[in-house]
């Protein structure tokens, strides 16, 4: 999905977040405006919104002197998910279909965005996706998929949401304990991404093999995939890509065994797919 106009005033604004979210001086919070004021002309129509996004984020990194600027968010975001784990649990033991009831916890974990200007409520969007439904619905054929795989590879999106997409891993293993779960993360920090070191002690490493998948960009680029990465992933039996930027960066991507699961949080998105923010999408690439 190549970058619309709409898309570059998000990344400006998401600059003017990121000096919100530090709490940042006057002054610097001008210079990462002024810097990310000057990127603005170098944006290219070809790519998509998180190619364009990370030299912005990579230039910012390297004038605060922190390659993680969202060290702190992510540990906060990661807490309060793990506090949300028994209840979620609960209604996952209590679902006549627990896989469906996984998916959809997880989509809520996709809120958890510093990227996006959607604003949200954790424990209110699980609540409300226990009885939502897909606004593009094939969580039936993810499932059918799903049970048909050898090996599953899972795109990783935010910080926080880690948690929920480690629920859902563990529920597909309950189900299917020989399958194979492969959860590709970033290579190093960007946004509130999750990477390989975020994870280091995570109990994520009992149900899936953690890849570094060679990929810096907020969202999944194959052409950037690590030669292991991208192995396992044109080999896998399912696909689940998880969140908008690995959506942006795959959309064109027709490989039979994707599918995406995300909530819609922006026009944009919201556009391509012919729905409304706020929509829950678990949709196959095919």
Request: aromatic share 8%; hydrophobic share 40%.
């Amino acid at each position: 999905m190549h970058i619309e106009p709409d898309c570059i005033a998000c990344i400006f604004n998401q600059a003017l977040r990121v000096t919100k979210a530090l709490e940042l001086s006057p002054e610097a919070s001008k210079q990462l405006l002024d810097e990310a004021a000057c990127m603005l002309p170098s944006f290219s129509l070809d790519l998509t919104p998180p190619q364009n996004a990370t030299p912005m984020y990579e230039k910012f990194s390297l004038i605060l002197g922190r390659e993680d600027i969202y060290a702190q968010q992510k540990k906060e975001a990661i807490a309060k998910a793990e506090s949300l784990l028994p209840y979620c649990q609960k209604h996952i033991s209590q679902s006549s279909d627990p896989l469906v009831t996984a998916a959809k916890i997880a989509v809520a974990g996709n809120v958890i965005d510093l990227a996006s200007e959607y604003e949200y409520d954790l424990e209110e969007e699980i609540a409300g996706v226990l009885d939502a439904t897909f606004a593009i619905d094939q969580i039936a054929e993810l499932t059918q998929r799903i049970a048909k795989s050898d090996t599953i590879v899972y795109l990783a999106d935010n910080a926080g949401e880690n948690v929920f997409d480690r629920l859902y891993m563990q529920t597909i293993k309950a189900h299917y304990p020989d399958t194979k779960i492969y959860y590709f993360v970033r290579s190093r920090p960007i946004i509130n991404d999750i990477c390989v070191k975020d994870l280091e002690n995570d109990p994520v490493h009992e149900v899936a093999t953690v890849v570094d998948s060679g990929v810096h960009t907020p969202g999944i680029v194959v052409d950037a995939l690590g030669e292991e990465a991208k192995r396992l992933f044109f080999s896998a039996g399912c696909i689940i890509s998880k969140g908008m930027g690995n959506y942006e960066c795959l959309s064109d991507c027709k490989v039979d065994s994707l599918y995406y699961l995300l909530k819609v949080k922006c026009q944009v998105v919201a556009r391509s797919l012919s729905l409304q923010p706020g929509d829950l999408v678990c949709k196959s690439a095919h």
